[in-house]
Protein backbone atom coordinates (compact mmCIF):
# COMPACT_ATOMS: atom_id res chain seq x y z
CA UNK A 1 0.00 0.00 0.00
CA UNK A 2 2.72 2.39 0.92
CA UNK A 3 4.49 1.74 -2.18
CA UNK A 4 1.65 2.63 -4.22
CA UNK A 5 1.15 6.07 -2.63
CA UNK A 6 4.72 6.86 -3.33
CA UNK A 7 4.14 6.35 -7.24
CA UNK A 8 1.18 8.03 -6.79
CA UNK A 9 3.13 11.05 -5.31
CA UNK A 10 5.95 11.14 -7.81
CA UNK A 11 3.65 11.00 -10.87
CA UNK A 12 1.66 14.21 -8.87
CA UNK A 13 4.92 15.78 -8.46
CA UNK A 14 6.62 14.86 -11.67
CA UNK A 15 3.38 15.82 -13.56
CA UNK A 16 3.35 19.18 -11.61
CA UNK A 17 6.89 20.22 -12.58
CA UNK A 18 6.42 19.09 -16.35
CA UNK A 19 3.34 22.23 -16.38
CA UNK A 20 5.75 24.24 -15.74
CA UNK A 21 7.40 26.07 -18.96
CA UNK A 22 10.45 26.97 -17.42
CA UNK A 23 11.10 23.35 -16.84
CA UNK A 24 9.92 22.12 -20.02
CA UNK A 25 12.59 24.80 -21.54
CA UNK A 26 15.07 23.37 -19.63
CA UNK A 27 14.24 20.14 -21.18
CA UNK A 28 14.17 21.20 -24.16
CA UNK A 29 17.70 22.83 -23.85
CA UNK A 30 18.94 20.03 -22.48
CA UNK A 31 17.99 17.83 -25.10
CA UNK A 32 19.11 20.09 -28.00
CA UNK A 33 22.65 19.95 -26.11
CA UNK A 34 22.55 16.25 -26.40
CA UNK A 35 21.45 15.92 -29.61
CA UNK A 36 24.29 18.64 -30.86
CA UNK A 37 26.89 16.45 -29.31
CA UNK A 38 25.71 12.75 -30.45
CA UNK A 39 25.53 14.04 -33.89
CA UNK A 40 29.38 15.32 -33.16
CA UNK A 41 30.46 12.33 -32.04
CA UNK A 42 28.78 10.42 -34.61
CA UNK A 43 30.21 12.79 -37.74
CA UNK A 44 33.90 12.20 -35.99
CA UNK A 45 33.92 8.12 -36.67
CA UNK A 46 34.41 7.20 -39.66
CA UNK A 47 33.02 4.25 -38.85
CA UNK A 48 29.59 5.36 -37.66
CA UNK A 49 26.08 4.28 -39.16
CA UNK A 50 25.99 8.25 -39.68
CA UNK A 51 28.71 8.45 -42.23
CA UNK A 52 27.26 5.26 -43.95
CA UNK A 53 24.06 6.70 -44.46
CA UNK A 54 25.88 9.95 -45.63
CA UNK A 55 24.15 12.59 -43.63
CA UNK A 56 25.56 15.69 -43.03
CA UNK A 57 24.54 18.97 -41.33
CA UNK A 58 24.60 22.51 -41.09
CA UNK A 59 25.71 25.11 -38.59
CA UNK A 60 22.19 24.55 -36.55
CA UNK A 61 22.84 21.10 -36.82
CA UNK A 62 19.79 20.52 -38.89
CA UNK A 63 20.43 16.45 -40.02
CA UNK A 64 20.02 16.36 -44.25
CA UNK A 65 20.89 13.42 -46.60
CA UNK A 66 19.86 13.16 -50.40
CA UNK A 67 18.01 10.14 -51.47
CA UNK A 68 17.31 8.60 -54.98
CA UNK A 69 15.37 6.13 -55.89
CA UNK A 70 16.24 3.58 -58.93
CA UNK A 71 15.64 4.34 -62.44
CA UNK A 72 12.82 1.51 -62.75
CA UNK A 73 10.56 3.74 -60.12
CA UNK A 74 9.82 6.58 -62.18
CA UNK A 75 6.87 4.88 -64.08
CA UNK A 76 5.66 4.58 -60.65
CA UNK A 77 2.53 6.88 -59.48
CA UNK A 78 3.86 9.63 -57.57
CA UNK A 79 1.96 7.65 -54.02
CA UNK A 80 3.94 4.63 -54.52
CA UNK A 81 7.10 6.34 -55.41
CA UNK A 82 6.82 8.20 -51.77
CA UNK A 83 6.09 4.65 -50.35
CA UNK A 84 9.47 3.32 -51.66
CA UNK A 85 10.86 6.50 -50.65
CA UNK A 86 9.87 5.46 -46.85
CA UNK A 87 11.14 2.07 -47.26
CA UNK A 88 14.61 3.60 -48.10
CA UNK A 89 14.52 5.44 -45.28
CA UNK A 90 13.54 2.74 -42.61
CA UNK A 91 16.94 1.81 -42.06
CA UNK A 92 17.87 5.50 -41.29
CA UNK A 93 14.58 6.60 -39.34
CA UNK A 94 15.61 2.67 -37.41
CA UNK A 95 19.30 4.44 -36.50
CA UNK A 96 17.77 7.87 -35.48
CA UNK A 97 14.84 6.93 -33.90
CA UNK A 98 16.30 3.90 -31.67
CA UNK A 99 19.98 3.59 -31.98
CA UNK A 100 20.96 7.63 -31.30
CA UNK A 101 17.40 7.57 -29.04
CA UNK A 102 16.04 10.48 -30.61
CA UNK A 103 12.38 9.31 -31.38
CA UNK A 104 9.78 11.92 -31.10
CA UNK A 105 12.75 14.90 -30.58
CA UNK A 106 13.27 15.04 -34.70
CA UNK A 107 10.80 16.01 -37.73
CA UNK A 108 11.53 14.84 -41.00
CA UNK A 109 11.00 17.01 -44.29
CA UNK A 110 11.16 15.29 -47.34
CA UNK A 111 11.67 17.76 -50.89
CA UNK A 112 11.63 16.54 -54.43
CA UNK A 113 14.38 17.58 -56.59
CA UNK A 114 13.17 19.50 -59.54
CA UNK A 115 15.10 19.01 -63.16
CA UNK A 116 15.81 22.30 -65.38
CA UNK A 117 12.67 22.10 -67.19
CA UNK A 118 10.74 21.46 -64.16
CA UNK A 119 9.94 18.57 -64.33
CA UNK A 120 9.92 16.24 -60.84
CA UNK A 121 13.35 13.89 -60.71
CA UNK A 122 13.43 10.61 -58.38
CA UNK A 123 16.13 12.76 -56.05
CA UNK A 124 14.03 13.53 -52.83
CA UNK A 125 16.19 16.05 -50.21
CA UNK A 126 15.55 14.59 -46.62
CA UNK A 127 16.30 16.73 -43.41
CA UNK A 128 15.73 16.34 -39.58
CA UNK A 129 15.11 19.29 -37.34
CA UNK A 130 14.93 18.70 -33.85
CA UNK A 131 11.64 19.60 -32.49
CA UNK A 132 11.28 21.88 -29.45
CA UNK A 133 8.23 20.82 -27.41
CA UNK A 134 8.05 24.35 -24.94
CA UNK A 135 11.13 26.59 -26.92
CA UNK A 136 9.29 28.60 -29.10
CA UNK A 137 9.99 31.99 -30.44
CA UNK A 138 6.53 33.09 -29.16
CA UNK A 139 7.85 31.71 -25.80
CA UNK A 140 10.74 33.91 -26.15
CA UNK A 141 9.33 36.74 -27.15
CA UNK A 142 6.33 37.09 -24.68
CA UNK A 143 8.85 36.50 -21.84
CA UNK A 144 10.76 39.18 -22.66
CA UNK A 145 8.23 41.73 -23.36
CA UNK A 146 6.50 41.03 -19.90
CA UNK A 147 9.94 41.64 -18.01
CA UNK A 148 10.35 44.40 -19.90
CA UNK A 149 7.35 46.21 -19.22
CA UNK A 150 8.04 45.45 -15.57
CA UNK A 151 11.31 46.50 -15.32
CA UNK A 152 10.12 50.31 -17.32
CA UNK A 153 7.24 49.93 -14.40
CA UNK A 154 9.69 49.53 -11.86
CA UNK A 155 12.39 52.31 -13.08
CA UNK A 156 9.47 55.28 -14.55
CA UNK A 157 7.06 54.39 -11.08
CA UNK A 158 8.73 53.56 -7.62
CA UNK A 159 5.69 50.86 -6.90
CA UNK A 160 7.73 48.77 -5.08
CA UNK A 161 9.25 51.92 -2.67
CA UNK A 162 5.16 52.63 -2.24
CA UNK A 163 4.45 48.75 -1.41
CA UNK A 164 7.40 48.58 1.13
CA UNK A 165 6.19 52.13 2.65
CA UNK A 166 2.58 51.22 2.88
CA UNK A 167 3.72 47.56 4.46
CA UNK A 168 5.60 49.11 7.02
CA UNK A 169 3.27 51.90 7.73
CA UNK A 170 0.81 48.88 9.04
CA UNK A 171 3.48 47.93 11.48
Do not use: C
Not at 44 to 53: G, Q, T
Not at 69 to 90: G, S
Not at 96 to 111: H, M, Q, Y
Amino acid sequence: MKKTKTNIRKKIRASFWGKIPLVGVIKDIQNYRSWIKTIQTEAENPHSKFNKFGLDFNFFYVLYVPVSLPQEDAVLPENIKRLRLMEVLAPLHQYLDNDLGFAGSIVPEFNQFYDEENNPTLTYGIIYRFAFDTLSLKWFLTRTLFTGFAIFALVKWPILDWVFNTIKGLF
